[in-house]
C-alpha cells in the first residue's frame, strides 16, 4: 500500500481529530486545554496530509489557518464559540469563492475537469449547473453550522461538524445522480432534434 493510497483512503478520518480532540478536552478540562488541544491537532493533521502527499490541499490551508485564526480568538476570549464556527467560515468561504468563479465566467468545476486527461464530455452548463447547486449545499450548511454553534451542544456541534456533513453530502450526490442524468437525456434530445432538422 503506498503512502498516496493510504491517505486518500484514511484521510477524511484524520481530519476529525482537531473537533474530536476539542470535543473530549471540552467536556473533562477547561475551556483554554480543549481549544489548545484542537489546535495542536490542526498542526498534526496538516503535517500529515504533507507527509503522505508530500502536498498540501489549497482547502486543507485555508482550513488550517482559519482554526489557527478562530482558536486564537478563542483563547483570548475563553470562549470556543469561534473555535466551533470553523466549519461554518469554510462552508460560506467555499461558497463564495464558487460564486464569484462563476461570476468570472468560468466554473471551478468546469476548469478542474478541463485540467484532467480525459475532458469532460458534458456541455459547460451542465457542469455549471451542478456548480451553482454545491454553492447552495455549502451555503447552506455554513450557515445552519452558525445555528449549531451557537444553539446546540458540543456533542451535536461535532456530530454536523463530522459524520452529519458527510450524511448531508451523500444524499445531496445521490439527488444530483438524478438530476444529472434528467438533464443528459434532455440535451441529448434537444441535440438529435436539431441534428434532425439541419439542412
Request: cysteine-free; proline content about 4%.
Amino acid at each position: 500500500m503506498t503512502k498516496k493510497t493510504l491517505s486518500q483512503k484514511n484521510f477524511f478520518l484524520i481530519s476529525f481529530l482537531p473537533a474530536m480532540a476539542y470535543w473530549y478536552l471540552e467536556e473533562n478540562y477547561p475551556i483554554r486545554i480543549a481549544i489548545t488541544g484542537g489546535l495542536i491537532l490542526a498542526i498534526l493533521e496538516i503535517g500529515f496530509e504533507h507527509f503522505y502527499t508530500k502536498h498540501v490541499h489549497t482547502l486543507s490551508k485555508f482550513n488550517f489557518f482559519l482554526i489557527l485564526f478562530l482558536g486564537g480568538l478563542s483563547l483570548l476570549g475563553e470562549d470556543g464559540l469561534w473555535f466551533k464556527l470553523q466549519p461554518a467560515f469554510t462552508g460560506v468561504g467555499i461558497a463564495g469563492f464558487m460564486i464569484f468563479r462563476l461570476w468570472k465566467g468560468q466554473g471551478l468545476m468546469w476548469e478542474m475537469m478541463e485540467s484532467m486527461p480525459n475532458k469532460p464530455a458534458l456541455p459547460a452548463f451542465i457542469i455549471q449547473g451542478l456548480e451553482k447547486h454545491m454553492v447552495f449545499l455549502f451555503f447552506g450548511y455554513g450557515s445552519f453550522m452558525v445555528f449549531v454553534a451557537l444553539k446546540l451542544t458540543t456533542d451535536q456541534w461535532l456530530f454536523f461538524k463530522t459524520l452529519g456533513f458527510y450524511i448531508v453530502f451523500g444524499v445531496f450526490f445521490l439527488f444530483e445522480m438524478v438530476y444529472l442524468r434528467v438533464t443528459v437525456k434532455k440535451w441529448h434530445k434537444s441535440s438529435e432534434a436539431l441534428n434532425n432538422v439541419a439542412p
